[in-house]
């Protein structure tokens, strides 16, 4: 199974700043079918990103995915109040699916 | 717009099956994988399996023994049968369309 390891585990910013975090895998993800998921407390998880880099549906432009093969990132710039929650990426090309550990994103 | 309501048990003693469904609306059931995922307390996401609307499946290998889904293409709904719970099947279990829309949520608790 693939493996993905998220960094940091913990990203302690300010509003308005800009948010950088990593999903590396432990082999190629296929067709660059890597997504990264949101997490409220209380809440279901929501997709952001698909594909590695398109945006999903009503998802704000300063939310931007990039990479390939083993290394993804998702960018937030102008980060406002409503994105401190927890990060996953997803990878969905190989059976089983699975996800990283996610990373935390706190206000600073 | 699309909506996954689930519903299900979320009491169960050790060794009993825990019993979830999920029924899609504002979608079409066919041409997708509808999939479970849990998160145990505290924890990340696991997925359990997916299923389509033919019934064709594939399933987590570390849980696959004790899983068993269906669906009913007649009513928009897929479910899920776990069997033989312990304490560590403790978790929220959420449906999902593949990746991109999720259930609320089921809390599942097992306890004696």
């Known amino acids: 199974e693939i493996v993905l390891t998220q960094s940091p585990g913990t990203l302690s910013l300010s509003p308005g700043g800009r948010a950088t975090l990593s999903c590396r895998a432990s082999?190629?993800?296929?067709?660059?079918?890597l997504a990264w998921l949101q997490q409220k407390p209380g809440q279901a998880p929501r997709l952001l990103i698909y594909g590695a880099s398109s945006r999903a549906a009503g998802i704000p432009d300063r939310f931007s995915g990039s990479g390939s093969g083993t290394d993804f990132t998702l960018t937030i710039s102008r980060l406002e109040p409503e994105d401190f929650a927890v990060y996953y990426c997803?990878?969905?090309?190989?059976?089983?699916?699975?996800f990283g550990q996610g990373t935390r994103l706190e206000i600073k | 717009q699309v909506q996954l309501q689930q519903w299900g048990a979320g009491l169960l003693k050790p060794s009993e099956t825990l019993s979830l469904t999920c029924v899609v609306s504002?979608?079409?059931?066919?041409?997708?994988?509808w999939t479970w995922i849990r998160q145990s307390p505290g924890k990340g996401l696991e997925w359990i399996g997916e299923?389509?609307?033919?019934?064709?499946?594939n399933y987590n290998p570390s849980l696959k023994s004790r899983v068993t889904m269906s669906v009913d293409t007649s009513k928009n709904q897929f479910s899920l049968k776990l069997s033989s719970v312990t304490a560590a099947d403790t978790a929220v279990y959420y449906c999902?369309?593949?990746?991109?829309?999720w259930g609320q949520g089921t809390l599942v608790t097992v306890s004696s």
């Open positions: 504002g979608a079409s059931f066919s041409g997708y994988y």
């Open positions: 082999q190629s993800v296929s067709n660059s079918y």
């Open positions: 997803q990878q969905y090309a190989t059976s089983p699916i699975t």
């Open positions: 999902a369309r593949r990746i991109d829309y």
């Open positions: 299923i389509n609307h033919s019934g064709s499946t």
